[in-house]
């Protein structure tokens, strides 16, 4: 039950926003027994985000997992976050933060697992 929140200074058309999500979905696969199966994805392009001081590309990725995940892990996913933010939305890898939460109640389908 992962979810991944992108906010970003940079507008996000339609495109690149399907581009976005299909590499996310991808990507969370990399923490074991996560798959875009139960990936919940939300994009916010065009926001008011200063880093450094200044209003150049930015991005923040919130990532919220049932359970825990590995420092391994989650190394490997802050990697393909941000080359991904690079490669798809022109934000530099050092312009990109990533937030991880981890929960032990998370509901669906009316019900908590």
Not at 19 to 26: E, T, V
Not at 40 to 58: H, Q, R
Not at 90 to 107: A, K, S
Request: glycine share 8%; net charge neutral; with cysteine.
């Amino acid at each position: 039950m992962p979810y991944i929140e992108v906010k970003t200074n940079v507008a996000v058309e339609k495109k690149k926003s399907e581009q976005l999500k299909d590499a996310l979905g991808s990507a969370i696969a990399l923490i074991p027994g996560k798959s875009e199966r139960w990936l919940m994805v939300g994009i916010s392009g065009g926001e008011t985000i200063y880093f450094s001081g200044n209003d150049l590309p930015c991005a923040m990725a919130k990532v919220s997992i049932f359970g825990s995940a590995e420092r391994e892990y989650l190394e490997k996913l802050t990697f393909a976050i941000c080359k991904k933010f690079s490669e798809i939305l022109g934000i530099p890898t050092d312009r990109t933060y990533v937030r991880y939460q981890f929960c032990d109640d998370w509901g669906w389908n009316g019900s908590d697992f």
